[in-house]
């Protein structure tokens, strides 16, 4: 079953803006995680926040997290061409055993020069 | 050295064939993992393994036989082949349940 909705479905910037994109999710979670995916590749991890936590960095990338609306966003601050991809928001589940992250259907950037 | 390799990286088959894909990990997790990505890239979970054990089977058609014949090793073989079985395939695993995910590079699974 879905949980995950990214918003926007597609983003278009030129470098160095700063892209925003959010994620709600239905049911409680253990964390949320955003992962991104290059044209024709897998998926690669870039940051995860747990339920207890409110924001989290790693370099160019900023997550919030609000567990009352069920949301969270990613920021991707001074774009670079190199950023276009498709981003997506996945959750990991209260009970971890035995469950799997559930994937949002994605946000792609696209980082014109 | 690729952490999750899958192969064959593009598969083309008609309709009816059975075939598999291959997936190794080098990673020591525990936990390996079955997506299928549709053409809208929705992606979505088909199968889990803990230690070889199967865990998570969703609502996937039996003609999709996961085996495990180690915890390094998830291979997905599918009979009868359908046209809506074309999509991209992605094997992952995790060292604990739903926590970070280490991706192979894909499966394109063309039927015509």
């Known amino acids: 079953s879905q949980q995950g909705e990214e918003d926007p479905q597609a983003l278009s910037i030129q470098e160095g803006e700063n892209a925003t994109m959010n994620c709600s999710y239905k049911t409680s979670i253990n964390n949320l995680q955003w992962y991104r995916q290059n044209s024709g590749r897998g998926l690669v991890h870039l940051i995860l926040i747990r339920s207890n936590e409110r924001e989290k960095h790693s370099g160019r990338l900023r997550v919030t997290l609000d567990t009352s609306k069920k949301s969270s966003s990613l920021l991707i601050t001074a774009s670079r061409a190199a950023d276009t991809a498709s981003y997506f928001c996945a959750t990991g589940g209260v009970n971890q055993a035995g469950t799997a992250l559930i994937f949002g259907k994605g946000t792609t950037l696209s980082v014109s020069s | ?112």
Not at chain 2, 6 to 26: F, R, W
Not at chain 2, 52 to 67: C, G, H, M, Q, W
């Open chain 2, 1 to 112: 050295d690729t952490a999750v390799s899958q192969t064959p990286k593009y598969l083309v088959t008609q309709m009816g064939n059975d075939k598999s894909i291959k997936c190794e990990q080098n990673l020591g997790h525990d936990t390996m993992y079955w997506y299928k990505q549709d053409s809208k890239k929705f992606l979505k979970i088909m199968f889990s393994y803990n230690n070889k054990e199967l865990i998570i089977n969703e609502t996937v058609p039996n003609r999709f036989s996961p085996k495990s014949p180690d915890k390094a090793h998830l291979n997905l073989h599918i009979n009868s082949l359908e046209l809506g079985d074309s999509a991209v395939y992605f094997c992952a695993s995790s060292q604990t349940g739903a926590e970070k995910l280490f991706f192979g590079s894909g499966t394109q699974l063309s039927v015509l």
